[in-house]
């Protein structure tokens, strides 16, 4: 089953905090811009956002915060076939004997969040954008370690098969 627009002509927020306006439109046989990708983390003493026209973020956390991870994908030419969120992380703990711990990255086998739709022909209807979002509970995911690292993502893809990528990389402590 496919994820559906937001009802055309609704207005929704964008990840940034902006309202857009839910369009529909026909994918064209040729497009010759990307879609434009945009994430925001926002949280305790956290509110930032980066782009696929930005360089990844770096950024030291408190250690206890409740993160919203928001992206969209949007293209007013194309529109936008999935939006997705990645993470990896990987952990540390200093031992009693001098050695260190580590846990991860792992392999990412599917997104963390996304909003996916069939993939799209020349000629036929697409959002001009999508949404998706996630929470991070840091406390959860430091629990036991002494140092955190969470490397995050969104990715996202046009009608035209497209795609764009915003990223950032979250440290603790």
Not at 129 to 146: E, F, P, Q, V
Not at 147 to 158: A, S
Request: some cysteine.
């Amino acid at each position: 089953m496919s994820a559906q627009c937001p009802p055309i002509g609704s207005q929704q927020p964008h990840c940034d905090g902006t309202i857009f306006t839910v369009k529909s439109l026909i994918v064209p046989s040729s497009d010759m811009t990307g879609p434009m990708a945009t994430m925001s983390i926002v949280g305790d003493g956290v509110n930032l956002s980066v782009s696929s026209s930005s360089s990844k973020l770096n950024i030291n956390l408190k250690g206890n915060e409740t993160l919203l991870v928001s992206a969209n994908g949007n293209d007013p030419e194309s529109g936008i076939v999935t939006t997705e969120i990645w993470y990896s992380t990987t952990a540390w703990k200093d031992n009693s004997d001098g050695t260190v711990t580590q846990s991860g990255p792992g392999l990412l086998g599917r997104p963390s969040a996304q909003n996916p739709d069939t993939p799209k022909n020349t000629g036929d209807s697409a959002c001009e954008a999508r949404n998706t979002a996630l929470t991070l509970n840091i406390a959860d995911l430091k629990r036991g370690w002494d140092k955190l690292k969470i490397d995050i993502w969104m990715h996202t893809v046009n009608g035209k098969g497209q795609d764009a990528k915003a990223s950032a990389l979250l440290n603790w402590p």
